[in-house]
């Protein structure tokens, strides 16, 4: 759980040290849960330079000046569009780069490959949960490395 946005960036940095080239990261959760934000996380973790904003009207942001490529997919404003046939979405998920999805459904309906699922959720206020899941040998290692380093500190965060 985190308190503010400053607590969800810096959720997202310490997840972008655990990330490497390839990883899809699908970021769900209603409007305003923090999906961005926490999309900002990992590109400051990544090193990107560059202020990051929700792509809305292109859809994609390609970042190149961190340590690795950092793509940010915003699909929710992709109307009659293909996430696959306009976007490219199969080149994303297959990249050199990390790829964060916003709004995610339709590329997680058609492509089944391993991912990093992180849901945001209100609880009130500036309160957010964040829950992770992976579904494949990557993304399960970095739900581990989190489950390993709360058993070994003891912590009950
Ligand atoms: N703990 C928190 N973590 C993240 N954002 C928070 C938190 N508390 C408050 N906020 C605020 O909530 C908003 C989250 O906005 P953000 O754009 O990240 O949402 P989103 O999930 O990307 O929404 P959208 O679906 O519209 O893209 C920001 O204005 C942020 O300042
Ligand atoms: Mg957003």
Redesign the pocket.
């Known amino acids: 759980m985190?308190?503010?946005?400053e607590?969800?960036i810096r959720v997202g940095s310490d997840l972008a040290t655990r990330l490497s080239a390839g990883m899809v990261i699908l970021?769900s959760?209603?409007?305003?849960?923090?999906?961005?934000?926490?999309?900002q996380g990992v590109a400051k973790g990544l090193g990107v330079a560059a202020s990051v904003t929700?792509p809305t009207y292109t859809l994609v942001s390609e970042y190149e000046s961190g340590s690795i490529p950092f793509y940010h997919m915003?699909l929710?404003r992709l109307g009659g569009m293909d996430p696959f046939e306009d976007l490219g979405a199969e080149e994303y998920v297959h990249s050199d780069g990390v790829t964060a999805i916003?709004?995610p459904e339709q590329v997680r309906s058609r492509w089944h490959g391993d991912c990093l699922t992180i849901s945001?959720e209100h609880l009130g206020?500036?309160?957010?949960k964040i829950e992770m899941a992976g579904t494949g040998a990557r993304s399960n290692a970095v739900v581990r490395s989190y489950i390993q380093m709360f058993g070994e500190s003891g912590g009950d965060g």
């Open positions: 985190t308190l503010a946005p607590e969800t970021l959760g209603e409007l305003g849960a923090g999906k961005t934000v926490l999309a929700s915003d929710y916003e709004w945001l206020g500036d309160k957010r």
